[in-house]
């Protein structure tokens, strides 16, 4: 394996961005993160973004985001209707192939000027599910209660792992949900959004978008004072049917962790893109975090999720903790689909 | 160490209509991946991943249905991208495939590319209206005809050219069992005498929409060798985009499309293409695209590809570069999978099983997409012998 590093990042989420396009949104933030090492759009040598045209509201959306890009001279692009975590697996690849040295990845959502839960239902097989209109909520609800009635976590253990990413998101200006005042108490006497699932077990909801600069070998040591080496990267997914899994589980995530070798030693931290208080206790398990990793340090994604960037966020959140020398060995991870259907799991070092 | 060979060990398509009603989404993608298992002798245990290709989520209704299509593309465990890169995305797909096996990550992968467009209405998910935009409303076709006049204007092409190309590439699809348009009786008079759509492209020089899917596996150089069936070596591979407006961008021959000519070509030792490649799948959704390309790609001067066309040069019979021999976009567009046709017809010429628009001793081709407005580019040169 070639090795390749994260060597810069931008992040910005914030409620809703009502006013702003995707390319204003995005401009700034390319911007930063090529510039935080250094680089113009002439030293990249392979761009990769991840978004929906279903967020946009219009086909092609992508194509109009390249304005911020700056693609002019032509450039070597590729796009996947994915999170960023998988178009950073796609410029991970390439620069596997050994041609070029740098890569940019991006991507951004902007959920807020739509029903977040009801435009997941078009996710949902379209001829059996989908006609049905099942809410997001409801379907992590049915996940989250098949959980809870196997003995497997208690009510009070998910209002603490809700509590937890409160009281990390404290600090993080990309966070919406923050709280140092925050206990287990007050999360359970919050009202139910989706039986058993109270507002402070969903993620927040957040626009916004995060870009990573990737570079290999000697090229990401001149660029960075201390790279975050991509030491194992690999995603699978499970089936979608929800009828035919076992929905306490996530086959597909412990099996990316243990191709992108999270097993092989102690983690620092973990960032994992957990939509639910519930699918976090689910991941925890599946990815086999021990008791003295520090999980989501940044608040996770239940502080802030951006549909299409969350997955990237946690990469970028584990890469900056690797190079300002808070963490060794770090795991990120991203999710799509329902009830954690598709996982990929980055595993970085230090050194 | 060099990035890993990589072989087109199977080819798989559906047959492509207007209206598929006989399959779900699922059903239409399985069909063209087990066609593609079967061609190359595989089962599906030894796929290690899969890359698939759709056009806008808008024209199924569908937010990204590789997640539903997962348990019918037996990816249950495995890996499985998703990418989208407008028009082009077919040939996008089927490299971001290819970089898999170059770098050395997996040693076969199923890639492929659909459109189910009965589902939805193509016009309707292309017209949604936008804040901070005006929509111009007027479809592809509205907004290349602007381009194909500007070509027409500096080449001095003569009117009927791109009714020559649309008759050509309906005579090629009668070779072709799995095209959609097959117009036995179809004369050049009745081309030229279609109503205008968007002045100057008839409604003969334009393409249909379809349901279909195309699927390809691919192998690294071991699984090559090991093939039972002959296989396309990949010689290049290219994908170019650029920014869609600023003054001074040359739309008819955009610099993407220049640069990522010449890429693949440097990769494949290709220094002659009129000469050294021996048929083309190039991404016609509008007959004039043929000599546009001709020349952008490098196969003719600047303002004479129209005389390739005029000539007879780009014809399965008789043409010494013969041009879109399965029939084209201009015969079947499942948007989503019409760039993966092209390279997947490619490698069937350089494999001799393209069947009845086989073209007498293929040994080197090109596959070639384009989408937006002529803005992203991808290109393969596939050939019989390992590079």
Redesign the interface.
């Known amino acids: 394996m070639r090795e390749v590093a994260v060597v810069s990042s931008a992040i910005h989420q914030v409620e809703a961005l009502t006013f702003t396009t995707d390319v204003q949104l995005m401009v700034p933030l390319i911007n930063e993160a090529r510039s935080a090492v250094g680089l113009t759009q002439a030293d990249i040598g392979f761009t990769c973004s991840g978004s929906s045209d279903f967020l946009a509201g219009q086909g092609f959306s992508f194509v109009q985001t390249l304005d911020a890009v700056g693609a002019f001279p032509p450039i070597s692009e590729s796009h996947v209707e994915m999170d960023g975590a998988f178009a950073l697996y796609e410029a991970w690849v390439k620069l596997q192939i050994g041609e070029i040295d740098t890569a940019l990845v991006y991507c951004y959502g902007k959920s807020s000027p739509g029903s977040r839960r009801d435009v997941l239902a078009v996710q949902m097989d379209p001829y059996t599910v989908a006609p049905l209109w099942p809410d997001a909520h409801a379907v992590a609800a049915i996940q989250a209660r098949l959980l809870l009635e196997s003995g497997a976590v208690s009510a009070e253990r998910l209002a603490e792992i809700a509590v937890r990413s409160q009281h990390h998101a404290v600090g993080n200006p990309n966070a919406l949900r923050a709280s140092a005042d925050a206990t287990v108490a007050s999360v359970l006497s919050e009202a139910m959004v989706s039986d058993p699932l109270r507002p402070s077990d969903i993620a927040a909801e957040s626009d916004g978008g995060c870009v990573v600069v990737l570079a290999a070998g000697d090229r990401a040591r001149s660029l960075c004072e201390r790279p975050a080496w991509i030491r194992g990267i690999d995603h699978r997914i499970d089936a979608h049917a929800l009828g035919v899994r076992d929905l306490t589980r996530a086959p597909s995530a412990a099996l990316a962790a243990l191709k992108a070798g999270a097993p092989d030693d102690h983690l620092d931290i973990a960032e994992m893109h957990s939509p639910t208080t519930s699918q976090e206790h689910i991941l925890a398990t599946e990815l086999g975090l021990g008791p003295d990793t520090v999980v989501n340090p940044s608040g996770g994604a239940l502080a802030a999720d951006t549909l299409m960037a969350a997955g990237l966020v946690r990469i970028a959140e584990a890469a900056r903790r690797i190079s300002n020398g808070e963490a060794d060995r770090a795991l990120a991870h991203a999710t799509s689909g329902p009830c954690l259907q598709q996982n990929l799991v980055c595993v970085m070092e230090g050194q | ?3 890993e060979r990589t072989a087109v060990l199977g080819v798989g398509q559906t047959h492509y209509r207007s209206t598929r009603g006989d399959v ?2 699922a059903g239409l993608v399985r069909e063209a991946a087990m066609r593609a298992l079967a061609d190359a002798g595989l089962e599906w245990s030894d796929i290690d991943a899969v890359v698939i290709g759709k ?11 590789e ?5 019918a593309l037996g ?12 028009g082009s995305v077919g040939g ?1 797909t089927a ?2 495939a290819t ?2 096996i ?4 997996h040693r076969r992968v199923l890639t492929l590319g659909f459109e189910k467009q009965s ?1 939805s209405n193509a016009t309707w ?2 017209s ?1 209206p ?1 804040p ?1 935009s005006v929509s111009i409303n007027a479809g592809a076709g509205g907004y290349f005809s602007p381009i194909i006049r500007q070509y027409m204007a500096r080449s001095g092409a003569p009117e009927l050219v791109g009714c020559m190309v649309a008759f050509k590439d309906r005579q090629h699809a009668l070779s072709n069992p799995y095209a959609h348009l097959r117009q036995h009786d179809l004369t050049f008079e009745q081309v030229v005498e279609a109503p205008m759509l968007w002045d100057p492209i008839r409604f003969s020089e334009t393409c249909p929409s379809s349901d279909g899917a195309c699927a390809m596996v691919l192998g690294d150089e071991a699984a090559g060798d090991a093939s039972p069936r002959p296989v396309a070596w990949v010689h290049g591979t ?7 407006n ?1 003054p001074g ?1 040359d739309e008819v021959s ?3 499309s220049r ?2 000519a010449a890429d693949v070509f440097r990769q494949a030792g290709i220094t002659d293409p009129r000469r050294e490649i021996d048929v083309v799948e190039m991404y016609v959704p509008f007959s004039w695209f043929e000599p546009i390309w001709l020349e952008s790609l490098g196969f003719a001067e600047r303002d004479q590809g129209w005389r390739m066309v005029e000539e007879g040069a780009t014809r399965l019979e008789g043409g010494d570069l013969p041009v879109n021999c399965s029939g084209g976009v201009l015969s079947s567009n499942p948007i989503g999978a019409s760039g993966m046709i092209r390279f997947a017809e490619a490698a069937l010429q350089v494999r001799a099983m393209a069947g009845d628009h086989q073209v007498d001793g293929a040994r080197v081709a090109l596959g070639h997409a384009y989408g ?2 002529a ?2 580019f991808a290109m393969w040169v596939v050939g019989a012998d390992k590079p």
């Open positions: 160490m060099g990035s779900s989404m056009a806008p989520d808008f024209f199924e209704g569908v937010m990204m249905p997640l539903y299509l997962a348990d990816c249950v465990g495995k890996p499985i991208l998703r990418v989208h890169t407008a996008s490299l971001v970089s898999l170059q770098g050395r990550i589902e998910a292309l949604l936008q901070f290219a994908m170019r985009s650029e920014a869609n600023f961008r955009p610099q993407a640069d990522c937006g407005g803005q992203y």
